[in-house]
């Protein structure tokens, strides 16, 4: 019976065995340095936050694994024999495979400040990070301040978990507001003022020169790059993006880049060998997107693209519309298709931004200064519906008509006051237009048909 190797039980290595266990009674094997079961990372932050406890953040129970006869194995793979099939693990075991599915995942990155390996320094990746920031920052008498260097998503979520707890934290970002490489200025400014007002101090233009020790090698202080001002603090939190975690394949056949080289079959260079989420780098990036996206649902739609090149036939990685969604503090953020920063924008792309006075509600809408094709939607403490702006983007509708149609996509709360009217006349004022809003159809949304 064939057998496959998955190294990394994440999302990515999860989906592929589940999907190959639909598709065939092939030996499968899942293979983590990390922790016994599958777990939602994304879920780390509320268990920190004392949300849910961990064992919650496993969607499987434990049987589930035996019952589907998917065999888990913990353990480090230090080296790959390509040419003999045979993982070498760091305890000296080996497993021979007839195919393999590298999905390792990202690690951290450290760009080698004086200091980022002293007691203290944490980041929030693996389910040891989350132990590391319990040992360090357990409360505000045993932490007095913590430092986050970062200023991305991880960032933020690391700074709502130490306040969820009192501990007072400095937030260290490189740029000259929240984020600002990827949110337009408008709501990058609005997340700014969202963190300060949640009473972090935050340090704009602010890089991490050192980290200084106590006499037991403990975290001190930092000192701040530009100012050379020094801050005590007891906690450092690495949080300044994330890379692929294939160090392990130094030495290997497989040819990387940042990532692990794919086609769009997700296979590597060695026949057999596939790589898949957040530590694959295709080779040529699916059109308008990055060769390599570390986020949840394309490890998901990797895991079931491999699943069925393995079992059925080739199959190419379709990662359909971009979108992603986050929590600032108390403010909700969805995406979906493409809103460019000012810096990124694409020579064609104009914006369309309202913000409510209160400023802890916001929508730019990105289209086509020529064509006026709506080309995507951030949202800032409004909830829409992922199937209706798939549908909109892949029928290419227009900005008016994604306008009039808002209501329609809205998936707030019943109740919840929503704002498209005063959005509406601020696009119509601004555009010299009379659009009207669309009155919610129920079985527009529930038919998709439109
Ligand atoms: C705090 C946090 C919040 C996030 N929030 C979001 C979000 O809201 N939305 C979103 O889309 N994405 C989010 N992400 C990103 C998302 O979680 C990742 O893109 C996704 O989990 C990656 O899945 P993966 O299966 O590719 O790898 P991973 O989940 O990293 O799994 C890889 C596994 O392989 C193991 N491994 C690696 N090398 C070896 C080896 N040599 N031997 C044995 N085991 C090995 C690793 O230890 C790990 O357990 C978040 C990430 C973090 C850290």
Known sequence: MEHIAIIGNGISGITAARHIRKLSDKKITVIS????????????????????KFKHTQPYEDWFWKKNEITLKKGYVEQIDTAKKILLFSDGE?????????????????????????????SLYHKQDLEAVE???????????????????????????????????????????????????????????????????LRLQSNLKQINSDANGNVKSIVIAETGEEIDCNVVGLTAGVSPNIGFLEHSELETNRGILVDRNLETNIKGIYAIGDCAEQRIAVEGRRPIEAVWYTGRIMGETVAQTICKKETLYT?????????????EYQTYGWVNSERHMKPNEAHFHWMHPDQTKCLTIAFDKTTQSFLGINTFGIRMRHEIFNRWLDQNKSIDYVLEHLEIANFDPEFYKNHYKEVLGKFNAEHHKNLRLKKKNWSQIFTLKS
């Open 94 to 122: 080996n497993l021979k495979f007839d195919k393999l599915i590298l999905a390792t995942g990202s690690k951290p990155n450290k760009f080698g400040w004086p200091g980022q390996d002293l007691k203290g320094v944490v």
């Open 319 to 331: 990662p359909g519309h971009w979108f992603n969604s986050a929590k600032f503090f108390d403010i």
């Open 135 to 201: 040992t360090y920052a357990p409360n505000n008498t045993d932490c007095k301040r913590a430092v986050i260097v970062g200023g991305g998503l991880i960032g933020i979520e690391l700074a709502e978990m130490f306040h969820s707890r009192h501990i007072p934290v400095t937030f260290l970002v490189r740029e000259d507001s929240y984020w600002s490489a990827i949110l337009p200025s408008g709501e990058s400014k609005m997340i700014t003022h969202e963190i300060r007002k949640n009473g972090i101090d």
């Open 33 to 52: 340095s990390e922790t016994d079961y599958f777990f939602s990372r994304t879920a780390l932050m509320y268990v920190y936050m004392g949300h849910m």
